[in-house]
């Protein structure tokens, strides 16, 4: 029964401090009415040459601008996605070998008024993949770990893209 009421109290006191320290969710309306999300939906990104930036584009822009959504370019991401296959385990009979696809992504975000960097960043993702004997399963194999590597980086660029300007 101690025990019980000593963790509500603990669990009280905590949001308490926490509350006093300025703590806002992320997302959160701020009191003048603006939001994260309206901020990232002034994040313009740039087009990319290749297929994976390409991937990791338009996992930012879904979930920054969704259809639809309409606002002033208040700042532009750059991004430079490079990604590679790297052979993790290589048997002598070349029926079984497991890979992993590298991608790393370095981001800016230039302010569209002045043109200076603000906040620079890299992303960066691994996804093993397995490698068969079937062509046709080795390339959907990674074009998958591509798709998936090029998803988690988008979903970190966007986060601290998030926490950088709930910040600024």
Known sequence: MFAKHAMRSFALVGLLALSACGYQPLYATNDDGSSVSQKLAEVSV???SDRVGQLVRNEIVRS????GTQAQDRYYLNLQAKGNAQTLIDTADTVHRRLSYNLTTKFQLVDASTRNVVFS???FSRIPYDRLDASFANVQA???AEEQAAKQV???VRTRLAAFLATN
């Open 142 to 144: 990674r074009v998958n």
């Open 64 to 67: 920054t601008r969704p259809v």
């Open 46 to 48: 740039a087009q990319q």
């Open 121 to 123: 960043g890299s992303a």
């Open 154 to 156: 988008g979903q970190e």
